[in-house]
């Protein structure tokens, strides 16, 4: 039997504010939470669809980026983690939100 | 005429793709007529409302933008009969709101309503004295006793309250009754304070609130002097708190011959086309409601988005900034010009007739130059 697949998706609820170049918020509007996130943080954002797992998402990341680091694979899930933390996505387990 | 060379050959700063704030006049009625309300009784503006369709459709388009936060005004928005209808299209565009009130009108139902939506930053009320004589005397009789029922209703259903208070002629030797009354009475957290100002119906009535020089002397000196369990909690962005705070530091830095603070000897006042943007009662977006006359365009017909970001005459004003005061013959020769932001355009407009200038009312060399005093 195939181990299940966890996979982050945003909260519907969540806005991604777009401010400077590609610089941006999200923005809670039911708890009023705000999170800056970077350029490389809005792409991640992007590919949090429910559909792709850490370690694609990271794939596409690096792709992307010429110059992410070494350390992006742990940077990104920690990024994913306090995402999760601040209520801006949740995970699924082979596609049901969890 | 001066010579505003600086403004033509201005660069425009970065702007943010859309508002953080809209504030929506969303009510040009009103049940109260107070001496000094700076909305009513503007030529340039057309007092008429819109629909709640074009409202909603407009609140569409504001989620579209990722604008996160609203402000609804009037007038007095809780005299719009559909105002739940309003609220419920913000929640839906995931944006949150607050309200600006006179207070008089709040009852359980409502507050109830929009305590549910978890969405509110905070309903504003404003009170101006420490007892129905003095709030009265400048809002009409009755208010206080019902803008006081209003806060106890909002406190009840944890609906997050704050106060405005507008110091004039009749409630300038109040300020402490008022700061134990909204702190200690009705425990509210904190309070902000500013005063009538040279704008809307208070023009008519000016001789009879506006503070003179003695007054604003001892609406400084009282709110310095207040206890410190008070002065805490009580904020000023403009009025005469702000400047018993801010004209000290002017003070000492001309003495110090210290180097010009950072937004110093240009027309920097104020930060508010970088970040909000307002819309009328009946539609037309302006850069706020100190500048009602200058429309940019009008919602559902005119996209916000471009209106925000191209709007030639929203850019001018924003590159304000970049004119120096020395420019001005109101200001030639004074010490406290690398220390100044030139104040508010709005009130500029309306007692200069030119939104290019620097406005008088808050004007340091002025007021000393007229017998004021700063500690
Ligand atoms: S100041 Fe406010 S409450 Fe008073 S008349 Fe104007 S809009 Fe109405
Ligand atoms: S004259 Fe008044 S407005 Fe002009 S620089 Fe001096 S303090 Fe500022």
Known sequence: MNKPKKTPIQNPLTVLRVEFDDWAILFDPDSAKTLGINPTGVAVWKLVDGQRGIEEIVEEIREKFSDVSISAEKETSDFIDELYRNGFIGYSLNGVAQ | ?375
């Not at chain 2, 011959?257 to 937004?263: M, Q, S, V």
């Not at chain 2, 104020?270 to 909000?276: K, M, T, V």
């Not at chain 2, 406290?336 to 008088?360: H, V």
């Open chain 2, 1 to 375: 005429m001066n010579n505003l060379s600086a403004l033509e050959n201005a660069t425009l700063p970065k702007i943010m793709r859309s508002p953080r704030i809209v504030r929506l006049e969303i009510s040009s009625n009103c049940n109260l007529r107070c001496l000094y309300c700076y909305y009513f009784e503007n030529s340039a503006v057309d007092y008429s409302n819109l629909p709640t369709e074009q409202w909603l459709q407009f609140f569409v388009e504001l989620g579209s933008m990722a604008v996160t936060d609203v402000s609804l005004s009037g007038g007095e928005p809780f005299l719009r009969p559909d105002l739940t209808d309003l609220i419920d299209g913000i929640v839906q565009n995931k944006m949150r709101f607050g309200i600006n009130s006179n207070g008089t009108l709040i009852n359980d139902h409502i507050a109830e309503y929009i305590a549910e939506t978890h969405r509110c930053n905070y309903v504003q009320v404003s009170i101006d004295g420490s007892s129905s004589e003095v709030h009265d005397s400048c809002r009409g009789e009755g208010s206080f006793v019902k803008a006081v029922r209003g806060i106890k209703t909002l406190q009840r259903h944890d609906v997050p309250v704050v106060v405005r208070v507008t110091l004039h002629h009749h409630n300038v030797h109040d300020i402490a009754n008022i700061a134990a009354f909204l702190l200690d009475e009705l425990g509210l957290s904190g309070f902000s304070i500013n005063s009538a100002g040279y704008i809307g119906a208070c023009r008519k009535n000016a001789d009879e609130v506006l503070l003179t020089r003695q007054d604003r002397q001892i609406a400084m000196d009282d709110l310095l002097n207040l206890p410190q369990k008070y002065a805490d909690r009580i904020t000023a962005s403009a009025g005469p708190l702000y400047e018993a705070k801010h004209w000290p530091k002017m003070e000492a830095a001309r003495m110090n011959h210290d180097p010009a603070f950072p937004k110093g000897g240009h027309l920097t006042a104020c930060g508010c086309p970088f970040n909000e943007i307002s819309v009328r009662s009946d539609g037309m977006i302006i850069p706020c409601s100190m500048l009602a006359h200058m429309v940019l365009g009008r919602i559902n017909s005119d996209s916000l988005q471009e209106v925000w970001l191209n709007n030639p005459e929203l850019n001018r004003l924003r590159m304000r900034r970049a004119v120096p005061l020395n420019e001005f013959e109101f200001c030639r020769g004074c010490n406290y010009m690398p220390y100044c932001t030139g104040n508010c355009p709005g009130m500029a407009f309306t007692l200069t007739g030119d939104i290019n200038q620097p406005s008088p009312e808050a004007c340091l060399r002025k007021f000393l130059a007229e017998g004021g005093s700063i500690t």
